[in-house]
């Protein structure tokens, strides 16, 4: 599993890593830059050395033929001949400075085989050479064994540097003696003091004795064995000289150059140096150049600034690049984590809307269904509500058979007896009377024809016809029919119309069957009742007609009041009702532009509705 690192821990890790690198680096740079500096300076520094042992070359070129050409002088050969002749002697000596102060040498002098002067170019100074023996001297010795003697000391009377060169003086085959010239190495140093690098002359044994740093005089490349130093000492050649190593720090050595630290031109300066040294095989010389290496030391720093400089910039750009690419991805990241969650989304939303379609889809097809169904059902009810008018008529019709049959048989009864009466009438030849019998059988037979012809009526179904219909005869209509059984419940039924000429629009057949049906249940609401009373009123209200029925009932029961519409509902027990009066009424009402409600009142029930005046 991947654990994300904390910013500041990648940054301290960051931060680390390249101190890492930035230290290796630098650490290589400074080497080679190193190493390439030592090299430049070690190519100036062999010019140069070059350009030294040169012109040393010169110097000891311009002197080293000067003793031979005095050698071969008559002077100098009589004078070793004769050295008792003062006179002779003088002459010479003159002669020697004369030649001395032209070849610009420190001193020119002659001694015998025995190394004695005899004569001298400072014969005329505090300490002149002439009495005096240098027999010790190496570069007599090799001038006595015949070869050019040469030479470097301190003088011992001088106590001035200078370098040697003699020549034997010969008579024939015969040497007499040696003439020796000593030359200034002053000028040596001078000439090539002042500069950056150091030169320095060192004998065989590593004494130094030309410096162009004036500290460094007689001290040694290195400690001398103590049999060497006696040695030295015993040649008087650097007397009171110390003899000390320059350096005893050395840092890096190796067969072409050598690296030490010394103390510079001002004693509280160590400086490194590097050491390059030639050989002059003539002179028996080692030349050596000292290169102060701290200008390498100071291109090391600038070098390492700049490289560090670069480094850290890098460094930097590194981490602001890096910054940015990580700030480019989280973007990319985003961009992505809101691209999918918009598809989600989007997707989410399209298989919503394909369920909602569905359901819709379902839902309409449910719908149209259950349309279809309706208009089915509807069809079904009109017919069946046509149908249930109808057998509502005839169970009215029923109801009414017993008050009908009471009707007709009363005038049947009547006629019969009418019958009988004028039967017997006529029989006895009354014929008055009989006539007057036959009459009420006739106005009975017409009273019989209208009972038929108000049933006839009612069980007709619905003519549909709608017309001005006068409110007067409807009222009339229905209480006709009901008649027998209103004089028979004994019930007190008063008929208020206003005004008298009051019409509606609507079907004088139908309005009557509702109007039957409401007073029928008004009737039989009041059974019960001491006195019976019911009220019929048609009143015109704001253009319409408001019908009302009332009875001094019991009412109807506050838990039926919202049932008494319902088709088939009824308290009534079987044979008396259907529980279809009040529902046909209604739709017939509804039909006309109406609906039938119970209004509360005081007494019994109160039924009202109200159609358009005509
Ligand atoms: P039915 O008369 O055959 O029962 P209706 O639809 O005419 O059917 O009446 C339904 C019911 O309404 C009756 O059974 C009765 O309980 C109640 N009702 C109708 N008229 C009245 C009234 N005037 N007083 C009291 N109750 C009534």
Redesign the pocket.
């Known amino acids: 599993m991947n654990y994300p690192v904390p910013t500041l821990q990648r940054r301290a890790i960051s931060g680390l890593l390249f101190v890492i690198v930035l230290i290796l680096v630098l650490n290589t740079v400074s080497t080679l830059t190193y190493k390439r500096g030592v090299e430049q300076l070690e190519q100036q520094g062999n010019v140069r050395l070059e350009l030294y042992i040169n012109y040393l070359e010169g110097i000891l070129e311009k002197y080293q033929s000067l003793p031979e050409l005095l050698a071969i002088d008559k002077k100098l050969v009589k004078a070793l001949l004769n050295p008792t002749e003062h006179k002779r002697i003088e002459t010479l000596n003159r002669y020697l400075e004369t030649i001395n102060k032209v070849s610009d040498t420190l001193d020119t002098y002659l001694m015998n085989k025995d190394g004695l002067t005899i004569a001298a170019s400072n014969w005329n100074e505090k300490h002149p050479f002439i009495g005096r023996n240098f027999s010790y001297r190496p570069y007599f010795k090799e001038a006595m064994k015949g070869k050019l003697g040469r030479y470097f000391a301190l003088g011992s009377t001088s106590s001035k540097r200078g370098y040697y060169f003699a020549f034997p003086v010969r008579k024939d085959d015969e040497i007499l003696g040696a003439v020796a010239i000593k030359i200034n190495i002053d000028t040596v140093e001078q000439k090539w003091a002042d500069r950056d690098e150091n030169f320095l002359v060192s004998d065989p044994d590593g004494v130094i004795f030309i410096t162009t740093n004036p500290e460094w005089r007689y001290k040694t490349l290195g400690p001398l064995p103590a049999t060497t130093l006696k040695r030295i000492t015993e040649s008087k050649r650097y007397p009171d000289a110390t003899l000390t190593p320059l350096s005893d720090t050395i840092i890096e050595t190796s067969d072409k150059r050598q690296i030490f630290s010394v103390e510079g031109k001002s004693k509280a300066q160590t400086i490194s140096v590097l050491k390059q040294s030639q050989y002059m095989p003539h002179a028996g010389w080692n030349v050596h150049i000292l290169t102060d290496i701290r200008v390498v030391k100071k291109k090391i720093i600038l070098i390492d600034i700049l490289v560090a400089a670069g480094l850290f910039l890098a460094f930097f750009l590194s981490i602001m690049l890096m910054q940015r690419q990580q700030r480019l991805a989280e973007m990319k990241k985003i961009e992505r984590q809101a691209k999918i969650a918009l598809q989600d989304a989007n997707e989410q939303l399209e298989s919503r809307v394909l369920d909602r379609t569905q359901k819709l889809t379902e839902i309409n097809k449910l719908l149209r269904k259950e349309i279809l169904e309706r208009k089915q059902t509807e069809i079904k009810l009109k017919r069946t509500r046509r149908e249930l008018i109808h057998a509502a008529k005839l169970a009215v019709l029923g109801q009414m058979s017993a008050g009908i049959n009471h009707e007709l048989n009363q005038p049947l009864a009547a006629i019969r007896s009418y019958t009988d009466n004028g039967r017997q009438f006529l029989q006895k030849g009354r014929l008055e009377e009989a006539l007057w019998n036959l009459e009420q059988i006739g106005e009975l037979t017409e009273r019989m024809a209208q009972i038929g012809i108000q049933l006839k009526l009612f069980s007709k179904k619905s003519s549909g016809q709608i017309v001005a219909v006068p409110f007067h005869g409807i009222v009339d209509g229905a209480l006709e029919i009901l008649k027998p059984s209103i004089k028979k419940e004994g019930v007190n039924l008063a008929v208020k119309i206003d005004p008298e000429d009051l019409e509606v629009k609507g079907n004088h057949v139908l309005l009557q069957q509702v109007l039957v049906?409401?007073i029928?249940?008004?009737m039989?609401?009041i059974e019960a009742q001491k006195e019976k009373i019911i009220d019929v009123e048609c009143v015109e209200k704001e253009g319409f007609v408001v019908v009302s029925?009332q009875?001094n009932?019991?009412?109807?029961p506050k838990n039926?009041r919202k049932n008494?519409?319902e088709p088939f509902?009824?308290?009534?027990k079987s044979g008396?009702?259907?529980?279809?009066?009040?529902?046909i009424?209604d739709r017939i009402v509804q039909d006309l532009g109406g609906h039938i409600t119970l209004v509360p009142s005081s007494t019994?029930?109160r039924?009202e509705f109200s159609l358009k005046k005509a």
């Open positions: 049906n409401l029928s249940n008004a039989q609401a029925v009875d009932g019991l009412g109807v039926f008494i519409f509902f009824t308290t009534k008396q009702g259907l529980g279809l009066g009040l529902t009424s019994g029930a039924f």
